[in-house]
């Protein structure tokens, strides 16, 4: 996977932050004036902390793609930055498109390599990376909403579509359009409070 991350062309930052941005605005009011527009753009540009992670990202990205040694000076400043104030840990060579949405960005983990497609959806303390003794990462497609705790490993492909649940391990590919639940949860009944078994 190193040699085809490599041979990828970059991608785009304008276009992927714009993208950004407008999958921060219900579908509903997207059709709305131009005044309203911008109103709504200034709110998320100033208040919306997962628009505020995923804008870090992209300055990372982007520095490192293109700006040379440099670039890794500031993508390496950038990504200490994300890491203390957001508590997430976004590889600086993940490929990240367009449309991504972190609802509540703490505890993320990305790792280096790792290719998530359009508009997917991370919630707070997912774990995206490699699976030890295993080469590559996982692929991860558009539309995808990967769930609170999710831990996603390996050289793996997440199809369009999927839905990865709350705390959901996922080791192994995904067919398109599929849900991943974690085992259900098992209540036990303690004799008292002291109890543990």
């Not at 790792?111 to 774990?127: C, H, L, M, P, S």
């Not at 599929?178 to 004799?191: D, I, R």
């Amino acid at each position: 996977m190193n040699d085809q991350i490599e041979q990828l062309s970059p991608i785009p930052f304008w276009e992927s932050l714009k993208l950004d941005a407008i999958a921060h605005i219900p579908p509903e009011q997207r059709s709305i004036s131009l005044t309203q527009s911008i109103l709504i753009g200034l709110k998320i540009l100033l208040f919306s902390s997962g628009f505020h992670l995923g804008l870090f990202y992209r300055l990372s990205y982007t520095a490192r793609a293109h700006f040379g040694i440099p670039g890794k000076l500031i993508s390496q400043l950038l990504f200490w930055w994300v890491r203390h104030w957001y508590t997430c840990s976004i590889a600086t060579t993940a490929r990240i498109h367009g449309g991504v949405i972190f609802p509540h960005p703490q505890g993320i983990i990305i790792g280096a390599e790792t290719i998530i497609g359009d508009r997917t959806w991370i919630f707070q303390n997912v774990t995206i990376g490699g699976a030890p003794g295993k080469n590559g990462q996982p692929k991860i497609g558009n539309d995808c909403r990967i769930y609170t705790g999710a831990v996603i490993v390996g050289p793996i492909e997440i199809e369009d579509g999927v839905i990865i649940g709350a705390n959901a391990v996922v080791a192994a590919s995904i067919a398109a359009r599929t849900l991943v639940k974690s085992a259900p949860t098992v209540s036990v009944l303690l004799n008292s409070v002291g109890d543990r078994g």
